[in-house]
């Protein structure tokens, strides 16, 4: 088991709401992605004491599973200060044979949300792709998206082809397949850092989009009584299952098939006699057990359950 050191990304629509909130602090500079728990070339995170969780895992793959496997996921903080881009990401078939990247189904757990915030999930009605084509080119994209208020605590399961945008005032943590590929569809008439409009990727994002109305596949459970708290299934797919556990004691866990990833998000504890705070993140390998107490919120990512019992 051991602490991670997060990747740190500056982007346009970020803002300073990762470090108020958990001192994730980057010289002054915007936080707008905070890359928990990463081994995708683009943004490594490290390990506390040395070296990255890439190479960990590249010399320790059973640390994943028992068969040995890359780390399916990537898990991030965003803080959303300006809307995202519209925008879809690919399935693995297409990422994999147009970009050399995993596709990207992902999870959204609204940590946080300003009265009136959203996230834009998928269209309000099935739409074709001609309509849909026109209304990227004279700019109307907003009028037929599925628009979607939050509240902390509220989860949506994006699978790939979903159109989607996290909107200003959320404090997102997304658990996703560990990808970079994003196709944007339209970005607000946004000027870049350059002065510029930042580039869109409409072809390659028509050849992916699921142009049916969006249908919530998330399958969030309620809260049942375990050792040392409460949890519920936040969601699973093919790629992870995302549980919330609310740590109110002390319990006990030995991990089977899989690995478990671990994100604080609010409360205090220790972990393994480590102490530990919101913000932090922790992976414990496939086989070991973790002991927990404290009072907290944490995210708990791991191999679906199906993939892990086999």
């Not at 960990?56 to 200060?81: F, M, N, R, S, T």
């Not at 509220?154 to 979903?162: E, K, Q, R, S, V």
Request: net charge negative; aromatic share 10%.
């Amino acid at each position: 088991m051991f602490r991670l050191i997060p990747a740190f990304k500056d982007y346009i629509w970020g803002g300073h709401k990762l470090e108020k909130m958990y001192g994730k602090g980057n010289g002054g500079k915007k936080v707008s992605e905070s890359w928990e728990v990463s081994v995708h070339p683009d943004g490594p995170s490290g390990i506390a004491g040395g070296g990255t969780l890439a190479q960990y895992l590249a010399e320790h793959p059973q640390a994943v599973c028992p068969q040995g496997a890359p780390l399916p996921v990537l898990i991030k903080l965003i803080d959303a200060a300006q809307n995202l881009s519209v925008q879809v990401h690919p399935g693995d078939d297409y990422a994999r044979r147009v970009e050399g990247d995993n596709g990207k189904t992902e999870m959204w757990y609204s940590v946080q949300a300003d009265e009136g915030a959203g996230i834009y999930c998928g269209f309000k009605n099935d739409i074709a792709r001609d309509d849909f084509a026109r209304m990227v080119e004279d700019g109307s994209v907003e009028k037929c998206l599925n628009f979607i208020p939050v509240r902390a605590g509220d989860c949506y399961l994006i699978n790939a082809g979903t159109v989607h945008a996290i909107c200003a005032g959320c404090v997102i943590c997304e658990v996703q397949q560990s990808s970079n590929v994003t196709y944007r569809v339209y970005d607000y008439g946004r000027l870049g850092a350059d002065g510029k409009p930042r580039p869109l990727h409409i072809a390659k994002a028509m050849d992916v989009i699921d142009f049916s109305a969006f249908r919530d596949t998330t399958g969030s459970g309620a809260y049942a009584e375990t050792e040392g708290g409460k949890e519920r299934i936040l969601t699973q797919c093919g790629y992870f299952r995302c549980r919330e556990l609310l740590l109110s004691g002390k319990c006990a866990r030995k991990n089977g098939a899989s690995f478990t990833a671990l994100t604080v998000l609010d409360g205090e504890g220790e972990i393994g006699g480590e102490r530990f705070a919101a913000g932090n993140s922790f992976f414990v390998p496939c086989g070991e057990q973790f002991e927990l107490e404290g009072k907290a919120k944490i995210i708990l990512t791991d191999l679906p359950q199906i993939t892990a019992e086999h």
